[in-house]
């Protein structure tokens, strides 16, 4: 059967939120290591959960001190729980945010090392598509790490809103939208020049205007570019090669990796100072992201089967006078009533003996008990696995509403009583 | 990339040396400092061969190239505004992914190919490779995927020679089918080639002679999300890709059974991806009309209309819709038995309540008719009291 992430992990706070699920800081309980768990409650998303399958096997094939790394995936319930590298830093948004513009240093840094994270994904010839200072995020030490490629990994995006409409047309190149002869790795350049503008001025060219409105004017606008005396000639000869209409023109990662901007960054430039303040800004306001669903519900999900919905069995309705006695799952003969209660009788006389019991012998003693008798008489191996599930279901509850095997027991030995549904065995 | 103005070794050379590594491989189990270096040699023959095969090296680097059109190719704007379908393009490892590969440009890349394949052939290399796969650095294990399928995708006339080599080998496929025995992390790629190779329906019907088949159901139910996934992906594609090919498998009545024996117990299983996965596929096989054989096999055994049942009541309304798909024909089966009957007329209202309250997707106009034609069906089976 499935791990259950929880004996692996325990979960923290949600940190983020993503279109396709919320992002939890969680700690691994053996090593002490922080992750990052993105829970996708798969009910919800309409992919085809294959397409997220293979997602999630594409991005386990990635690995890269530049990326966020794959750990892991559970199931639990019907959410899906992909374990994910840490960055406690946040994104580069969120700087942004909190602190307005970058210094250019700092911002050389960031792209210097997204361009390393982009050199490895596109020498693996894969486009991440979504590159923006949102999907750039950091750790407490002041690393960078690209982050959301593909579908199961918005991890960090630690934005409370985004927009769900197709992810982000700021950062888009102009090839996509127009997308005469389709579009390959060099949309992520020009997403980085869009990227380095937004890092250095505090927003992507055009973002005071509709995004649906920009869809149309990118590819009719001429590039953007970064003017003015507050900026080098280096950061601006940087963005206008990144930001050339034609994708031939664009240099590779390898190329603008030897550019004097990002290659002449100064020793002494850190990202830490700048995660520090950005942290007590955002203690000062008390920020923390809602989560969707709330922690202890998906502590205690459980799977959705209602066996009991159907009139499939007998058990339920032995004793009663139906007009026809219907197939037994368990014995796969018709209902034979008075040689079921036969055997069960012994068990039911537990309670009524008053049996010093505690809540949970009556689960072992009564309930275990009685469903491993049903058990033994199970036909097919599905049944079995079914009164199996069954008793792992009430262990589970015992666990989390102590006391309920005892309540149940009660209840049952009272309606049988009362309810004289057993008359021949109550008499004896 | 220095390497590149070296002089370029010729395939059957860069053959003879990754032999020879595996043979030391293979001699010094537990010699380390020695291992490393014979691993880093693996690696850069390795890496030499991928250059071959892919022609020229990382177009990705070179400013004004020709052949953009070599990497993942988006094709239409909509693939990029629903950015999981426009993955779905590529769902291969990345880097590896089928149409990426570039052909090769020249007659002397060609020959080179033929030779290197032939070498390989005879040496029994792709199978020392894959033996020894979990010895190999994590970017040759790639490159060892890309040799595989590079070889694979050769034709000469109508003849694949590797799925020749494959079929007269079968010891590399039963390595293959063995993918989900190993870490996740080679699992995915073994598994990889192993459904590159069964896109061949001769590869397939071998696969699906095997006893190792069986095990995919057990694999679907490995606790690891990773293999346990991965396997049922594998068993869709053997069950549900070479129609004729199933048809004839489902035609064996041991097969059949088995078949339902083990889908059942997926379908039971406590893991609600397994579940959704599992019905999905039993729905896709008994929806198929060339599988006739396993609908009426399955839709005349009560307990399987029970355990459908059950599915169709779960909380879950993906469980509900895909057990949907399995339930209308037992419905729409003209030739109910009396069990089936006997247990569709004691939920009669049940049923009824349970199919007018069931939305899924208003715009599913198919379902909704199907929806409608079950409730009609059901409603004129008699109402319990007045059965006999």
Same mark, same amino acid.
């Given at each position: 059967?499935?791990?259950?992430?929880?004996?692996?992990?325990?979960?923290?706070?949600?940190?983020?939120?993503?279109?396709?699920?919320?992002?939890?800081?969680?700690?691994?309980?053996?090593?002490?290591?922080?992750?990052?768990?993105?829970?996708?409650?798969?009910?919800?998303?309409?992919?085809?959960?294959?397409?997220?399958?293979?997602?999630?096997?594409?991005?386990?094939?990635?690995?890269?001190?530049?990326?966020?790394?794959?750990?892991?995936?559970?199931?639990?319930?019907?959410?899906?729980?992909?374990?994910?590298?840490?960055?406690?830093?946040?994104?580069?948004?969120?700087?942004?945010?909190?602190?307005?513009?970058?210094?250019?240093?700092?911002?050389?840094?960031?792209?210097?090392?997204?361009?390393?994270?982009?050199?490895?994904?596109?020498?693996?010839?894969?486009?991440?598509?979504?590159?923006?200072?949102?999907?750039?995020?950091?750790?407490?030490?002041?690393?960078?790490?690209?982050?959301?490629?593909?579908?199961?990994?918005?991890?960090?995006?630690?934005?409370?809103?985004?927009?769900?409409?197709?992810?982000?047309?700021?950062?888009?190149?102009?090839?996509?939208?127009?997308?005469?002869?389709?579009?390959?790795?060099?949309?992520?350049?020009?997403?980085?020049?869009?990227?380095?503008?937004?890092?250095?001025?505090?927003?992507?060219?055009?973002?005071?205007?509709?995004?649906?409105?920009?869809?149309?004017?990118?590819?009719?606008?001429?590039?953007?570019?970064?003017?003015?005396?507050?900026?080098?000639?280096?950061?601006?000869?940087?963005?206008?090669?990144?930001?050339?209409?034609?994708?031939?023109?664009?240099?590779?990662?390898?190329?603008?990796?030897?550019?004097?901007?990002?290659?002449?960054?100064?020793?002494?430039?850190?990202?830490?100072?700048?995660?520090?303040?950005?942290?007590?800004?955002?203690?000062?306001?008390?920020?923390?992201?809602?989560?969707?669903?709330?922690?202890?519900?998906?502590?205690?999900?459980?799977?959705?089967a209602r066996e009991?919905y159907w009139?499939l069995?007998?058990?339920?309705?032995?004793?009663?006078?139906?007009?026809?006695?219907?197939?037994?799952p368990?014995?796969?003969?018709?209902?034979?009533?008075?040689?079921?209660?036969?055997?069960?009788?012994?068990?039911?006389?537990?309670?009524?003996?008053?049996?010093?019991?505690?809540?949970?012998?009556?689960?072992?003693?009564?309930?275990?008990?009685?469903?491993?008798?049903?058990?033994?008489?199970?036909?097919?191996?599905v049944?079995?696995?079914d009164?199996?599930?069954?008793?792992?279901?009430?262990?589970?509850?015992?666990?989390?509403?102590?006391?309920?095997?005892?309540?149940?027991?009660?209840?049952?030995?009272?309606?049988?009583?009362?309810?004289?549904?057993?008359?021949?065995?109550?008499?004896? | 990339?220095?390497?590149?103005?070296?002089?370029?070794?010729?395939?059957?050379?860069?053959?003879?040396?990754?032999?020879?590594?595996?043979?030391?491989?293979?001699?010094?189990?537990?010699?380390?400092?020695?291992?490393?270096?014979?691993?880093?040699?693996?690696?850069?023959?390795?890496?030499?061969?991928? !250059?071959?095969?892919?022609?020229?090296?990382?177009?990705?680097?070179?400013?004004?190239?020709?052949?953009?059109?070599?990497?993942?190719?988006?094709?239409?704007?909509?693939?990029?505004?629903?950015?999981?379908?426009?993955?779905?393009?590529?769902?291969?490892?990345?880097?590896?992914?089928?149409?990426?590969?570039?052909?090769?440009?020249?007659?002397?890349?060609?020959?080179?190919?033929?030779?290197?394949?032939?070498?390989?052939?005879?040496?029994?290399?792709?199978?020392?490779?894959?033996?020894? !796969?979990?010895?190999?650095?994590?970017?040759?294990?790639?490159?060892?995927?890309?040799?595989?399928?590079?070889?694979?995708?050769?034709?000469?006339?109508?003849?694949?020679?590797?799925?020749?080599?494959?079929?007269?080998?079968?010891?590399?496929?039963?390595?293959?089918?063995?993918?989900?025995?190993?870490?996740?992390?080679?699992?995915?790629?073994?598994?990889? !080639?192993?459904?590159?190779?069964?896109?061949?329906?001769?590869?397939?019907?071998?696969?699906?002679?095997?006893?190792?088949?069986?095990?995919?159901?057990?694999?679907?139910?490995?606790?690891?999300?990773?293999?346990?996934?991965?396997?049922?992906?594998?068993?869709?594609?053997?069950?549900?890709?070479?129609?004729?090919?199933?048809?004839?498998?489902?035609?064996?009545?041991?097969?059949?059974?088995?078949?339902i024996?083990?889908i059942n117990?997926l379908i039971t299983?406590?893991?609600?991806?397994?579940k959704r996965?599992s019905i999905k596929l039993l729905s896709?096989l008994i929806l198929?009309?060339?599988?006739?054989?396993?609908m009426?096999?399955y839709v005349n055994n009560s307990s399987n209309l029970k355990l459908i049942m059950i599915n169709l009541s779960d909380?879950?309304?993906?469980l509900q819709y895909e057990s949907f798909q399995v339930f209308k024909v037992f419905v729409a089966n003209?030739?109910k038995?009396?069990q089936i009957?006997?247990i569709l007329?004691?939920n009669?209202?049940?049923l009824?309540?349970f199919l007018?309250?069931?939305?899924?997707?208003?715009?599913?106009?198919?379902?909704?008719?199907?929806?409608?034609?079950l !409730?009609?069906?059901?409603?004129?089976?008699?109402?319990?009291?007045?059965?006999?």
């Open positions: 059967m499935a791990d259950d992430p929880l004996t692996y992990y325990e979960l923290q706070s949600c940190v983020g939120k993503g279109n396709f699920g919320d992002v939890y800081k969680s700690i691994n309980k053996v090593t002490h290591e922080v992750f990052a768990i993105k829970i996708i409650n798969m009910e919800e998303t309409e992919e085809d959960i294959n397409i997220l399958i293979q997602e999630i096997n594409l991005l386990s094939q990635l690995r890269s001190p530049y990326f966020t790394n794959y750990v892991k995936t559970f199931v639990r319930g019907t959410t899906m729980w992909i374990v994910m590298e840490y960055c406690g830093g946040g994104s580069c948004s969120e700087l942004l945010k909190y602190l307005g513009k970058l210094n250019e240093q700092c911002v050389a840094l960031i792209i210097r090392d997204t361009l390393k994270g982009l050199e490895y994904l596109h020498s693996q010839r894969k486009i991440h598509r979504d590159v923006k200072a949102a999907n750039i995020l950091l750790t407490e030490k002041g690393e960078v790490k690209l982050a959301d490629f593909g579908v199961s990994s918005q991890i960090g995006v630690t934005q409370v809103k985004r927009d769900t409409f197709v992810g982000t047309p700021f950062w888009m190149a102009p090839e996509i939208i127009t997308c005469k002869n389709g579009y390959n790795e060099k949309v992520d350049i020009w997403s980085l020049g869009i990227t380095t503008i937004e890092l250095a001025t505090g927003s992507p060219p055009l973002s005071e205007n509709n995004p649906m409105k920009v869809l149309f004017d990118i590819p009719d606008l001429p590039a953007p570019l970064l003017k003015g005396d507050n900026y080098s000639c280096n950061i601006k000869a940087f963005v206008a090669a990144c930001l050339q209409k034609n994708p031939k023109l664009r240099p590779s990662c390898n190329i603008l990796s030897q550019t004097p901007f990002v290659t002449k960054i100064r020793r002494s430039t850190s990202l830490v100072p700048l995660i520090l303040k950005k942290q007590e800004k955002m203690r000062e306001k008390n920020i923390t992201p809602r989560s969707r669903i709330p922690l202890e519900k998906l502590v205690n999900m459980t799977n959705g009991d009139q069995s007998t058990i339920r309705t032995r004793g009663r006078n139906l007009s026809r006695s219907p197939m037994s368990i014995t796969g003969e018709l209902s034979a009533s008075n040689a079921m209660t036969e055997e069960t009788t012994p068990e039911l006389d537990m309670p009524s003996k008053k049996l010093q019991l505690g809540y949970s012998d009556y689960l072992k003693y009564v309930i275990l008990y009685a469903l491993d008798k049903v058990r033994s008489r199970a036909s097919t191996e049944t079995k696995l009164v199996d599930t069954l008793k792992a279901t009430m262990e589970e509850f015992e666990k989390r509403q102590p006391g309920i095997s005892c309540a149940l027991v009660e209840e049952i030995f009272f309606r049988v009583r009362d309810q004289r549904l057993f008359t021949v065995h109550e008499s004896n | 990339m220095a390497f590149l103005f070296k002089r370029n070794p010729k395939a059957q050379e860069l053959v003879r040396n990754l032999n020879d590594s595996l043979t030391k491989l293979e001699s010094y189990p537990t010699d380390n400092s020695n291992r490393k270096k014979v691993v880093a040699d693996i690696s850069k023959n390795l890496s030499q061969i991928k !250059i071959i095969l892919q022609g020229k090296i990382d177009n990705y680097e070179e400013l004004d190239d020709e052949n953009d059109d070599r990497l993942d190719m988006a094709d239409s704007p909509s693939d990029y505004t629903d950015r999981v379908g426009s993955n779905t393009a590529d769902l291969s490892i990345p880097g590896l992914a089928g149409s990426n590969v570039g052909s090769p440009e020249t007659d002397s890349t060609i020959d080179q190919i033929s030779q290197l394949a032939n070498e390989c052939y005879i040496t029994d290399l792709l199978y020392r490779l894959l033996l020894n !796969i979990e010895t190999l650095e994590f970017n040759s294990r790639k490159d060892v995927y890309i040799l595989c399928t590079s070889l694979l995708r050769r034709e000469i006339g109508n003849r694949s020679p590797t799925i020749d080599y494959l079929l007269t080998h079968d010891y590399v496929i039963q390595l293959l089918m063995k993918a989900p025995e190993y870490h996740s992390n080679i699992n995915i790629l073994l598994s990889n !080639i192993l459904r590159e190779c069964i896109k061949f329906e001769k590869v397939c019907r071998y696969c699906l002679n095997s006893e190792l088949f069986w095990q995919y159901f057990k694999y679907s139910q490995q606790s690891s999300f990773e293999n346990s996934t991965d396997a049922l992906i594998t068993l869709n594609d053997l069950l549900a890709n070479h129609h004729g090919l199933v048809q004839e498998f489902f035609s064996k009545q041991s097969n059949l059974d088995r078949f024996e083990n117990k299983c406590n893991n609600y991806v397994t996965q896709k198929q009309r060339s599988n006739y054989n396993l009426t096999d909380k879950s309304k993906n003209p030739k038995n009396r009957l006997d007329i004691k009669r209202e049940k009824l309540f007018k309250e069931f939305n899924y997707n208003d715009k599913d106009t198919v379902f909704n008719e199907e929806k409608e034609f !409730i009609q069906q059901i409603e004129e089976l008699p109402s319990k009291n007045n059965s006999t």
